[in-house]
């Protein structure tokens, strides 16, 4: 079979400079793209991925069917992460409101979402 690796998910947001800035400075993802394109009567993306992640997050203005998406329509993306405290620990120092952890069979998870309401899951796996 044809390797088919997902590389890219899109996350809907009503303001994409306001979005940037939480995942940016908020949530410490990299940003590998802001660009501007003048096509469809003009179109901006921007593209930043978690780190040690293979995969990126995307959103903007003028991309179809993405900027059709309604605003906080994208629901439990999960953060794999090999330290729950840490991670979560981090994330509620640069600001970002994680909830509680909970334990489901061993398997830990912390619930946050960005300010259009995307949610995300810290997931740790037992060790």
């Known amino acids: 079979m044809v390797q088919m ?3 890219l998910v899109p996350v809907p947001v009503s303001g994409v400079d306001a979005a940037k800035a939480f995942y940016l400075d908020k949530v ?16 901006r993306v921007v593209q930043l991925t978690p780190p040690g992640s293979g995969c990126s997050i995307v ?3 003028g991309m ?6 309604a605003p906080g329509s994208q629901k439990a993306l999960h953060l794999v992460v090999e330290d729950m405290d840490a991670a979560r620990g981090e994330l509620i120092e640069r600001g970002v409101d ?6 489901v069979a061993g398997v830990q998870y912390a619930y946050f979402a960005d300010p259009d309401g995307n949610s995300w899951l810290l997931q740790q796996w037992p060790h």
């Not at 179809?64 to 998406?69: H, L, R």
């Not at 994680?98 to 334990?103: H, K």
């Open 5 to 7: 690796r997902l590389e």
């Open 28 to 43: 410490g993802f990299e940003l590998n793209a802001d660009t501007t394109v003048d096509v469809n009567g003009g179109m």
């Open 59 to 61: 959103f903007g203005t």
């Open 64 to 69: 179809p069917e993405i900027s059709d998406m």
């Open 98 to 103: 994680v909830q509680p952890v909970a334990d």
